[in-house]
């Protein structure tokens, strides 16, 4: 009888178990997904930002700030017409005669709109108007609202909760896709700490953690991450080092009249400034801003005009 020990293959190594959010995964969708906004994409080379007031006020602070950051090279207009607020006397938004500002704004730019929708009850009014529906980041876990978003049309740009892990959120994210809407945006927008020193605390390396496990598209907010205008610039600039595929960027006309979170707005010039920084920049991280749309000649906003 041989001594020799029988030899074999390995045994197979346990297929690996999917996470709670499979369909937003990179296990069952490897390759980058790309939301498609007719000019422009997101998620590809482009680098996108979105830009505007936090509300929208009046048809000339709208109509005005949307063509600064026309001329500057924003690709979609930003601006709240429902605005959730922590204290029930602040300002809550125009409503529908805000949607119809952002409208005016379109027409006059050319630009998306992106806007955010509060309630299931306000879904088809906002997507009547709105290129882009954002889920804010106190609705991150209204999964009723989020299963409600899963039927839109239009895609959605969905901020990170207050509180929510990497895991957490990308769950959200999968209630938009296992309902049937591909077209979801990721918003790095800062989460709370026990920091004091700005308003929210902005999760750079969650921008890593999130693009290595979904495929879908992440832009940050510097803006509600810092909660001032002075330090939008060097974190906008560090989002673009770190991977992000585009920005979300509060700008004002006048950010010291402004009704909502005007310390971290930007004015146009300050603006226009980082718009050609950043696409100075953007070549070195494998990335392009090919709408800047003559910035450089024009020296002059029309703001108020």
């Known amino acids: 009888m041989s001594d020799e020990k029988t030899t074999g293959a390995a045994p197979a190594a346990p297929p690996k178990k999917l996470p709670p959010y499979k369909l937003t995964s990179r296990m069952t969708h490897p390759e980058d997904s790309l939301v498609n906004l007719g000019n422009f994409v997101i998620g590809g080379p482009e680098f996108v930002v979105m830009a ?33 607020r922590s204290s029930p ?6 409503a529908e005669e805000g949607l119809k500002m952002l409208s005016k704004a379109r027409e006059l730019t050319g630009l998306s709109i992106v806007t955010e929708v509060m309630d299931s009850l306000d879904i088809d009014l906002v997507e009547s108007y709105a290129d882009i529906l954002q889920v804010g980041a106190r609705n991150s876990q209204n999964f009723s609202l989020l299963k409600r978003l899963s039927k839109c049309r239009k895609p959605v740009l969905l901020k990170r909760g207050l509180m929510n892990t990497v895991e957490e959120f990308l769950c959200s994210a999968e209630y938009l896709l296992a309902g049937g809407n591909e077209n ?21 390396s969650s921008v890593l953690a999130i693009k290595e496990r979904t495929h879908l598209p992440v832009i940050v907010d510097p803006s509600h991450a810092s909660g001032k205008a002075r330090y939008v ?23 010291e009249t402004a009704l909502c979170d005007g310390e ?19 070549p070195h991280f494998g990335r392009k801003i090919s709408t800047l749309n003559g910035a450089a000649e024009h020296p002059k906003t029309v703001s108020g005009s």
Not at 233 to 253: F, K, N, Q, T, Y
């Open 52 to 84: 505007g007031p936090c509300s929208v006020e009046h048809d000339p602070q709208m109509l005005g700030t949307a063509w600064d950051v026309k001329i500057s090279g924003a690709h979609i207009i930003r601006g709240g017409a429902f605005k959730p």
């Open 184 to 204: 979801v945006i990721l918003c790095e927008r800062g989460i709370r700490t026990f920091e004091t020193s700005t308003r929210n605390t902005l999760d750079l």
């Open 89 to 94: 006397y602040s300002f809550q938004g125009l």
């Open 233 to 255: 610039a060097p974190l906008s600039r560090a989002a673009l080092a770190v991977g992000a595929d585009g920005l979300m960027i509060e700008v004002h006309c006048s950010p």
């Open 264 to 282: 971290e707005s930007l004015t146009p010039e300050v603006f226009r400034d980082l718009m050609l920084n950043l696409r100075d920049l953007a």
